[in-house]
Nanobody, 124 residues
Framework: QVQLVESGGGLVQAGGSLRLSCAASGRTSYTYYMSWFRQTPGKERNFVAALAWGGGSTYYADSVKGRFTISRDNAKDMVYLQMNNLKPEDRTVYCC?????????????????WGQGTQVTVSS
């Protein structure tokens, strides 16, 4: 089992920045990907960014390329999402997810563990 706890969400004006954090605990040594998704109530989770835990490769949704950066602190089992130049359409709940098999990193159904999410609100 892996437990994921997100933090760092909040209210920011358009053009501003936030850094989300995800603390992982448990059997993290079997992780292939740590990723961030957007979760809109009643709708499907949408891929934001992924990080390959072994090699460190990163992947991004087109909508956030150049604005968001996913990174990690292996020693602390932490994953971060630095979000710059935030737009009103970035407003939603952001969830951290862990995949422990080698799968397509952008597909939410491939992930084994999920955090509860953290709310990001961007005012125009």
């Amino acid at each position: 089992q892996v437990q994921l706890v997100e933090s760092g969400g909040g209210l920011v004006q358009a053009g501003g920045s936030l850094r989300l954090s995800c603390a992982a605990s448990g059997r993290t040594s079997y992780t292939y990907y740590m990723s961030w998704f957007r979760q809109t109530p009643g709708k499907e989770r949408n891929f934001v960014a992924a990080l390959a835990w072994g090699g460190g490769s990163t992947y991004y949704a087109d909508s956030v390329k150049g604005r968001f950066t996913i990174s990690r602190d292996n020693a602390k089992d932490m994953v971060y999402l630095q979000m710059n130049n935030l737009k009103p359409e970035d407003r939603t709940v952001y969830c951290c997810a862990c995949a422990q098999t080698y799968v397509t990193s952008s597909a939410p159904n491939n992930y084994d563990y999920w955090g509860q999410g953290t709310q990001v609100t961007v005012s125009s």
